[in-house]
T-cell receptor, first 114, second 114 residues
Framework: QQQVKQSPQSLIVQKGGIPIINCAYE??????FPWYQQFPGKGPALLIA?????SEKKEGRFTISFNKSAKQFSLHIMDSQPGDSATYFC?????????????FGGGTRVLVKP | DTGVSQDPRHKITKRGQNVTFRCDPI?????LYWYRQTLGQGPEFLTY????????KSRLLSDRFSAERPKGSFSTLEIQRTEQGDSAMYLC????????????FGSGTRLTVV
């Protein structure tokens, strides 16, 4: 049962391009939506997160767009760099529910070519 | 090191053997989580502790799996009678109760069952 669907599975962009990763969720009780970045052999690292009371959040070159009515959210990486090459995971959580468990999407492998 | 530490980083075991992994969370964090990540997939929740109490276990956690957090500090995850399907990355994460900024993952233990 995949409650968070992520697309595309992989993405190749040139340096300076803007990779866009999309996620859709089903559970309307989710109220916290983080994005994690994972490099090979490492655990996921929190990149940026958003709550449904805002439609957009920016942190450095990373931007989340959130569409509550469509139950979709996306990550944009502005001015992408080769060092951004990694796997990105969206996730969702019902904060305040027991445990604050995260439900992850399937991941997107991003390759930024120099 | 103030991050989440996991040991060992890699474990190769023969089918049928028992294995145990250790996680040392960030010291002031009272919640500790175990997730499993198979190749090319997002992490999946296994179980979590609040202090020393194990409050939830996923259906993924069969009776061959057991986790402990004896003094509310470090945690161990044991897999008995390992199967090839247990091959995965086992991730530990920790957080404070009532977090607003997500939780911190360790680098994981990569288990290979041969």
């Amino acid at each position: 049962q995949q409650q968070v669907k992520q697309s595309p599975q992989s993405l190749i962009v040139q340096k300076g391009g803007i990779p866009i990763i999309n996620c859709a969720y089903e559970n309307t009780a989710f109220d916290y939506f983080p994005w994690y970045q994972q490099f090979p052999g490492k655990g996921p690292a929190l990149l940026i997160a958003i709550r449904p009371d805002v439609s957009e959040k920016k942190e450095g070159r990373f931007t989340i767009s959130f569409n509550k009515s469509a139950k979709q959210f996306s990550l944009h990486i502005m001015d992408s760099q080769p060092g951004d090459s990694a796997t990105y995971f969206c996730a969702a959580c019902q904060s305040g529910a027991a445990g604050n468990k995260l439900t992850f999407g399937g991941g997107t492998r991003v390759l930024v070519k120099p | 090191d103030t991050g989440v530490s996991q040991d060992p980083r890699h474990k190769i075991t023969k089918r049928g053997q028992n294995v145990t992994f250790r996680c040392d969370p960030i010291s002031e964090h009272n919640r500790l989580y175990w997730y499993r990540q198979t190749l090319g997939q997002g992490p999946e929740f296994l179980t979590y502790f609040q202090n020393e109490a194990q409050l939830e276990k996923s259906r993924l956690l069969s009776d061959r799996f057991s986790a402990e957090r004896p003094k509310g500090s470090f945690s161990t995850l044991e897999i008995q009678r390992t199967e090839q399907g247990d091959s995965a990355m086992y991730l530990c994460a920790s957080s404070l109760i009532g977090w607003t900024d997500g939780y911190t993952f360790g680098s994981g233990t990569r288990l290979t069952v041969v």
